[in-house]
Every structure is written in C-alpha cells, then in structure tokens.
C-alpha cells in the first residue's frame, strides 16, 4: 500500500517495520498519519509471516506530538461532539502481536503515548520524553495520565505532566519507561535483535505473554494470575510446548511452526 507519511519494509521477513516520515514537522501526528499507521499495524498484524512490529522515527524525533496546527483552532464542540481523533489513535490496542518502539530523539506528547501504547520502548542515548501539553493550555489526551505514571509512579508522572519538561533517556530508563538505551547508531540493530527473537518463538506463547502482561495493568492481582495460569495451562494444547521442551531436553535448537 502507498502511504504518505509512513514508510513500512520488512526485515528478515519476520519482522514488520513502521517509519514515521514527517521529518520537517518532527514527525508531528497528523490524523492522516495515524490512519496510516492504524492500516500498517493491522496489515502486519494479519499477515502469517510476521511474528513483531517496530515503530520507528528518525534521530532527532520519535514524533514531538499530536499535530498543533491542525488543533490550533478547534473548538469544544468540535473535539467533543467528533471525538477528535480518538478512533485512529485506538488501533494499536488492538494489535494482538508484539510492537516494539524504537525511540530517538523527541517523544513528546501524543508521541511519548505512542511509543507507551507499544510493547515495550527500547531508545537511543539521544531520546527526550514528556508531556508538554500543560504548555499549550491542553493536558495529555492519549493516555499519558494514565501510562505515565504506571511506567514511572507518581511523583515523576506528576513531575512531568504539570511542569512539561523533557527526560532524558538515561532518566527514562532509571525510571522504568524504557527498557533498554543503546547508542544512538545502534538503536535498529537492537531493536530488529530483539524483533527477530521474538518472531522465532511460538507464535502462540508469544501473544499469550502479551496477553498476560497487559492484563497486569487493567485488573486486581487475583485475576492476572488466575488468567496466566489458564493461559498457562492452554499453551500445553500447542504443538510448539512439545517441541521447545523435547528440544531443550535433546539439547537442539526448537524450530516453531506457530501450532
Ligand atoms: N505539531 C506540529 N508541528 C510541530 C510539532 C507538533 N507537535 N513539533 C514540532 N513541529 C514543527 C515546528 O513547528 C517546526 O516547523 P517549521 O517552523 O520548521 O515549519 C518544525 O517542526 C521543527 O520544530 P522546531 O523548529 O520547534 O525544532 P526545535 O529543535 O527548535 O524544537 C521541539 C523541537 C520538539 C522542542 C519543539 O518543536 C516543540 O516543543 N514542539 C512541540 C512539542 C509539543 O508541545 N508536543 C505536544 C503536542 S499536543 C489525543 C491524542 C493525542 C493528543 C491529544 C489527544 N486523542 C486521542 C484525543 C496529543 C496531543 C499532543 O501531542
């Protein structure tokens, strides 16, 4: 598919990355961004040979943010009557396998809640994050009162959403927003790394800890665990539980067929 301000490729024909490509305006999320990265995501999603995606920006910016100019002259009927952009901004929830967003530069705003929407954040040395709407009379709109201080607590969600400054990516990985920082020129290749291996595992082990990991964040401690353990107890009905335990137990390499 063509898309304007995306680019997508794959690599090592397991893995699905997304460029976001507004490099003059940082990246800034336009809505017709976000509609192409929603069919992006879901194209990957559907696609058998795909096992993890990657959401990328370039070195100076993940994306500084939801667009401004085209919010600029909204009104309250206007964001609350059209459910200003909410629709396009859902879709990477419901993207069940693994997206990994690799940060460099700005993360700010809507694209500091982009890249908590992914999996898991790995970020260059040269990554800043924050919430810098309080600045624009706004406060964060996708999420970033809510991720933000389940990444990092309290005290540095607070700290961030109401002063808007900026972290570093050495304060982000300290403070548990990220979990890795690599330098700048190796951001990819620790990313598609990480990508690869994930893509070699069972698929269905895969979307399984994905599950279980999310459910941490929406229910009480009772109910994650009782859903892990049936989750747990399902993957015995795979092909691939057979074939990773005989292969450890026979000390050879397991090759997953994703059954
Ligand atoms: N939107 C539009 N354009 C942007 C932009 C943005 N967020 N950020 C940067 N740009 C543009 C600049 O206007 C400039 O354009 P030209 O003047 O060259 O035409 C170009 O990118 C380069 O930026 P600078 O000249 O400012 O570059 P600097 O290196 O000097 O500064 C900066 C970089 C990142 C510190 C600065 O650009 C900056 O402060 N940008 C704004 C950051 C920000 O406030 N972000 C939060 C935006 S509000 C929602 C979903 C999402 C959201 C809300 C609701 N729903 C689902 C309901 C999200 C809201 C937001 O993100």
């Known amino acids: 598919m063509a898309y304007e301000f995306i680019t997508t490729h794959t690599e090592g024909e397991k893995v699905g990355v997304i460029t976001l490509n507004r490099p003059k305006q940082l990246n800034a999320l336009s809505p017709q961004l976000m509609v192409e990265l929603g069919q992006a995501l879901k194209a990957f999603d559907a696609d058998e040979a795909i096992g993890c995606m990657i959401i990328t920006g370039n070195e100076k910016a993940f994306a500084a943010g939801a667009d401004i100019g085209a919010m600029a002259t909204y009104s309250f009927a206007d964001v609350y009557r059209d459910d200003y952009i909410t629709r396009d901004w859902e879709t990477i929830r419901t993207i069940r396998k693994p997206v990994i967003a690799a940060v460099s530069g700005f993360a700010l705003g809507g694209g500091c809640e982009l890249a908590m929407m992914c999996d898991f954040i790995i970020a260059a040395d040269n990554a800043k994050f924050?919430?810098?709407?309080?600045?624009?009379?706004?406060?964060?709109?996708?999420?970033?009162?809510?991720?933000?201080?389940?990444?990092?607590?309290?005290?540095?969600?607070?700290?961030?959403?109401?002063?808007?400054?900026?972290?570093?990516?050495?304060?982000?990985?300290r403070a548990g927003l990220?979990?890795?920082?690599?330098?700048?020129?190796?951001?990819?290749?620790?990313?598609?790394?990480?990508?690869?291996?994930?893509?070699?595992?069972?698929?269905?082990?895969?979307?399984?800890?994905?599950?279980?990991?999310?459910?941490?964040?929406?229910?009480?401690?009772?109910?994650?665990?009782?859903?892990?353990?049936?989750?747990?107890?399902?993957?015995?009905?795979?092909?691939?539980?057979?074939?990773?335990?005989?292969?450890?137990?026979?000390?050879?390499?397991?090759?997953?067929?994703?059954?």
């Open 130 to 173: 924050g919430q810098p709407e309080i600045k624009l009379g706004i406060i964060p709109g996708a999420g970033g009162t809510q991720r933000l201080p389940r990444a990092v607590g309290k005290a540095k969600a607070m700290d961030l959403a109401l002063t808007g400054r900026m972290m570093d990516a050495t304060e982000a990985e």
């Open 178 to 259: 990220v979990s890795r920082v690599v330098p700048l020129d190796k951001l990819m290749e620790e990313a598609l790394g990480a990508a690869l291996m994930i893509s070699g595992y069972g698929r269905m082990a895969v979307l399984a800890a994905k599950e279980c990991v999310n459910r941490a964040y929406e229910g009480t401690l009772a109910d994650g665990v009782m859903f892990e353990r049936r989750m747990f107890h399902a993957l015995f009905a795979t092909a691939d539980q057979k074939e990773g335990m005989d292969a450890f137990v026979n000390k050879r390499p397991a090759v997953f067929k994703h059954q």
